[in-house]
């Protein structure tokens, strides 16, 4: 059975720990913000167009705008090196 990092390519030894990296991604729900005049306007032109371009879209493309995820298989080293990266990010981006 072959255990190679999906990242540098390295084959992973049955005496090494493999480690696996998931990840979603997917478009943030927000509230609607709607006044009065949204809600009394006429938007059947905006519909129909809506529409047409919802027809021309590709099923998967338009799927994946929604959500996508991924699996990768790492071995230690990139292991070490992706937990680095995220735990950064993480922290300059925490709210104070």
């Given at each position: ?7 540098c390519?390295?084959e992973?030894g049955?005496?090494e720990?493999l480690?696996?990296l ?9 509230p ?14 905006q519909?129909e167009?809506?529409?047409?371009e ?12 929604v959500y996508?995820?991924?699996?990768f298989?790492l071995c230690?080293?990139c ?7 995220l ?8 709210v104070?």
């Amino acid at each position: 059975m072959n255990r190679i990092c999906h990242n540098c390519g390295r084959e992973v030894g049955s005496n090494e720990q493999l480690y696996v990296l998931r990840i979603e991604l997917f478009a943030k729900a927000e509230p609607l913000e709607l006044t009065i005049d949204d809600l009394l306007a006429d938007h059947t032109a905006q519909i129909e167009k809506l529409i047409e371009e919802m027809e021309a879209l590709d099923p998967e493309e338009a799927s994946d705008e929604v959500y996508e995820s991924y699996n990768f298989e790492l071995c230690p080293e990139c292991r070490r090196r992706v937990h680095h990266l995220l735990k950064g990010r993480a922290k300059s981006h925490k709210v104070q």
